[in-house]
C-alpha cells in the first residue's frame, strides 16, 4: 500500500534556467532523487534477463544491459541472441522500460582459426 501510494498522483515540474514549467502528473517511472526509487527501478529492471535463452548470458549495471553468448557459427549466435532480445524487449515491455535504438550495439568478437 504504501509503494502504490508514493508511485501514484506524483507531480513534476521542469526548470530551465529561472523559468519554471506548469506541473505535469508523472504517469509512469518512479520520482528521480529518493532511496526507494533506486530500490524500486532496481527490482524491476532485474526482471527483464529472466527469459534468455539457456546459452545467453547477461550483465546488468544499473541502466546498462550486455548480452553474450559463443557458437560455432555466426547463424547460431545470432539466433540466440535475436530470441534473448526479443524475450528481454518483452519483459521490459510488461515494466515500462523503452530501450533507445541509437544508444544500442552489437560488437562480433571471433577467433582466427588456422
Same mark, same amino acid.
Given at each position: 500500500?504504501? @509503494?502504490?501510494?508514493?508511485?501514484?498522483?506524483? =507531480?513534476? %515540474?521542469?526548470?530551465? #534556467?529561472? @523559468?519554471? +514549467?506548469?506541473?505535469?502528473?508523472?504517469?509512469? *517511472? $518512479?520520482?528521480? #532523487?529518493?532511496?526507494? &526509487?533506486?530500490? !524500486?527501478?532496481?527490482?524491476?529492471?532485474?526482471?527483464?534477463?529472466?527469459?534468455?535463452?539457456?546459452?545467453?548470458? +547477461? !550483465?546488468? %549495471?544499473?541502466?546498462? !544491459?550486455?548480452?553474450?553468448?559463443? #557458437?560455432?557459427?555466426? *547463424?547460431?549466435?545470432?539466433?540466440?541472441?535475436?530470441?534473448?532480445?526479443?524475450? $528481454? %524487449?518483452?519483459?521490459?515491455?510488461?515494466? *515500462?522500460?523503452?530501450? &533507445?535504438?541509437? /544508444?544500442? /550495439?552489437?560488437?562480433?568478437?571471433?577467433? =582466427?582459426? /588456422?
Amino acid at each position: 500500500k504504501f @509503494v502504490a501510494s508514493f508511485l501514484s498522483n506524483r =507531480l513534476f %515540474y521542469v526548470r530551465i #534556467g529561472n @523559468v519554471l +514549467s506548469s506541473s505535469k502528473i508523472l504517469e509512469n *517511472g $518512479v520520482p528521480q #532523487g529518493t532511496t526507494l &526509487s533506486c530500490t !524500486l527501478f532496481a527490482l524491476a529492471i532485474n526482471e527483464i534477463t529472466t527469459q534468455l535463452h539457456s546459452d545467453v548470458e +547477461s !550483465l546488468l %549495471y544499473v541502466d546498462d !544491459l550486455t548480452l553474450f553468448c559463443r #557458437g560455432k557459427t555466426v *547463424g547460431e549466435i545470432q539466433r540466440k541472441l535475436q530470441s534473448s532480445i526479443d524475450s $528481454v %524487449y518483452k519483459q521490459a515491455q510488461s515494466v *515500462g522500460f523503452v530501450f &533507445s535504438p541509437e /544508444k544500442t /550495439k552489437c560488437v562480433h568478437f571471433c577467433r =582466427l582459426r /588456422k
